[in-house]
């Protein structure tokens, strides 16, 4: 067994440590099965951080299809059904009403009807508005004119308006009024409560059947009736469909000395 070389130690036998260098001398590379362990190791946190990271890319990209399919479910579906449902429930003439400019205490108690297609199939839609007023006949109709006119309704002179004549010592009001597709007509009376102090002191409806009289100071204000129709719907203005004009009497038959009712002469 020869002298080891100084600063270099020799274990017998051989072993890992004949591949330490000397003190002060460069490492040597790493060979062998130590190396082949590490580069496996590398290879395989390299591998992990990669599939680590094509993972987070796809959860990503997945989070970012369900946000895409959301929003344009929302846009397509869910605002178009909120919308559609809104407008169903909700009569845009009736909100026009409800926009007009009237003041609070000529619209109280506020009941409105409707019946009939907004399609107009076989019948338009007729819409109808009741409400109180706090004030009389005349306040109340100058204050629902006036509305009525901000709002773009042009009054409208027509026969049968009123379709029933007003009497000359009622105090109703009853006016026309045109805008666009539609007619309105308004009509204010008087209260209820007023209408059962008459029948009250009608002989024919006095005794039990006879309605309760409000105390005298009580019955004050006005009703209020607002009736909205298509205009192609509302006849009144129009010919009557019955007297068509081109349709005329038929003449009587005249006759004249015309030659062509004398009969031919036979040939000689």
């Given at each position: 067994?020869?002298?080891?070389?100084?600063g270099r130690a020799v274990v017998e036998g051989g072993s890992d440590l004949d591949d330490v260098p000397p003190a002060g001398e460069?490492?040597?590379?790493?060979?062998?099965?130590?190396?082949?362990?590490?580069?496996?190791?590398?290879?395989?946190?390299?591998?992990?951080?990669?599939?680590?990271?094509?993972?987070?890319?796809?959860?990503?990209?997945?989070?970012?299809?369900?946000?895409?399919?959301?929003?344009?479910?929302?846009?397509?579906?869910?605002l178009p059904a909120f919308f559609g449902l809104r407008a169903a429930s909700s009569d845009p003439v009736f909100s026009s009403l409800?926009?007009?400019?009237?003041?609070?205490?000529?619209?109280?108690?506020?009941?409105?009807?409707?019946?009939?297609?907004?399609?107009?199939?076989?019948?338009?839609?007729?819409?109808?508005?009741?409400?109180?007023?706090?004030?009389?006949?005349?306040?109340?109709?100058?204050?629902?004119?006036?509305?009525?006119?901000?709002?773009?309704?042009?009054?409208?002179?027509?026969?049968?308006?009123?379709?029933?004549?007003?009497?000359?010592?009622?105090?109703?009001?009853?006016?026309?009024?045109?805008?666009?597709?539609?007619?309105?007509?308004?009509?204010?009376?008087?209260?209820?409560?007023?209408?059962?102090?008459?029948?009250?002191?009608?002989?024919?409806?006095?005794?039990?059947?006879?309605?309760?009289v409000p105390a005298k100071g009580e019955c004050v204000g006005s009703a209020v009736s607002i009736k909205v129709q298509n205009a192609?719907?509302?006849?009144?203005?129009?010919?009557?469909?019955?007297?068509?004009?081109?349709?005329?009497?038929?003449?009587?038959?005249?006759?004249?000395?015309?030659?062509?009712?004398?009969?031919?002469?036979?040939?000689?």
């Open positions: 067994m020869g002298a080891a070389a100084p460069p490492k040597a590379p790493v060979v062998g099965a130590r190396a082949a362990a590490a580069r496996a190791a590398a290879a395989d946190d390299d591998a992990g951080q990669a599939g680590g990271f094509l993972e987070r890319l796809r959860t990503q990209r997945r989070l970012r299809v369900v946000t895409l399919v959301s929003l344009a479910a929302v846009v397509l579906v869910v409800d926009s007009l400019e009237v003041p609070a205490w000529a619209e109280q108690k506020v009941d409105d009807q409707s019946s009939g297609s907004k399609w107009c199939f076989i019948d338009c839609t007729f819409r109808e508005r009741t409400a109180e007023s706090q004030k009389p006949i005349k306040d109340t109709t100058a204050a629902y004119t006036s509305a009525l006119t901000s709002a773009g309704w042009a009054p409208w002179t027509v026969g049968e308006c009123p379709e029933v004549p007003i009497a000359k010592d009622d105090p109703t009001t009853y006016t026309c009024f045109k805008r666009d597709e539609f007619t309105l007509d308004l009509r204010v009376s008087q209260p209820e409560c007023q209408v059962d102090q008459v029948a009250a002191n009608d002989p024919s409806v006095a005794g039990a059947t006879a309605p309760p192609i719907a509302d006849t009144r203005g129009k010919p009557d469909p019955q007297k068509s004009p081109l349709i005329g009497e038929t003449p009587d038959t005249v006759l004249t000395e015309d030659p062509l009712l004398e009969p031919t002469p036979s040939a000689s």
